[in-house]
């Protein structure tokens, strides 16, 4: 699997993936400005053999990122895919941060991917999401020396 930057061309496809994974999807016009943000943005794409495959989203200041969307598609979701990009993303990108999160508290695909990684759960959001679910806060913290340090 290949990880790089999104880029405005990518738009069409993300926003296909997007629909089809999520019952509230972003709306295309909100992908398009997270893609046309120049500054304090990581936003990412997955490729096996060019195609894209999954993406992810995230804002970050400083020493701070907060991941907005990671999604692998539906037809290469379970094959431990989601956990490579992520890998990718946390070893090139987000070593040096803390690491903030939003998942709806029943996602438990989602929530156990995180875990693994080392997130905590760190506080419930009630109503957070428009159709009434709470959320999950989770947070990876960099690590200690570099807190001691900093
Ligand atoms: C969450 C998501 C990115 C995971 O990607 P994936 O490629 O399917 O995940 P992987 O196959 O790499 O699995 C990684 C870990 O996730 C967890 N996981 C994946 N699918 C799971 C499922 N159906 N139930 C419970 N845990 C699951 C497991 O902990 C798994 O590790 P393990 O196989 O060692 O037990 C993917 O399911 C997805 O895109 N979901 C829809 C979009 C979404 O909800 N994104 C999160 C927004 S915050």
Not at 28 to 50: G, M, P, Q
Request: net charge neutral.
């Amino acid at each position: 699997m290949k990880c790089r930057k999104a880029h405005l061309e990518d738009l069409d496809i993300i926003f296909k993936i997007e629909q089809k994974l999520f019952n509230q999807p972003w709306t295309k016009k909100s992908i398009y400005n997270e893609l046309n943000r120049s500054k304090n943005t990581l936003n990412l794409v997955a490729e096996i053999d060019e195609k894209i495959i999954g993406y992810f989203f995230s804002h970050f200041f400083e020493r701070e990122a907060h991941i907005l969307n990671l999604a692998i598609d539906f037809p290469y979701q379970h094959k431990g895919l989601g956990k490579i990009f992520l890998n990718k993303i946390i070893n090139k990108y987000l070593k040096e941060a803390n690491v903030f999160l939003e998942v709806k508290r029943t996602n438990f695909p989602a929530i156990n991917l995180y875990l693994s990684f080392g997130f905590e759960e760190i506080n419930i959001r009630k109503d957070y999401y428009s159709d009434g679910e709470d959320a999950l806060e989770m947070v990876k913290k960099m690590n200690s020396y570099d807190l001691v340090s900093s």
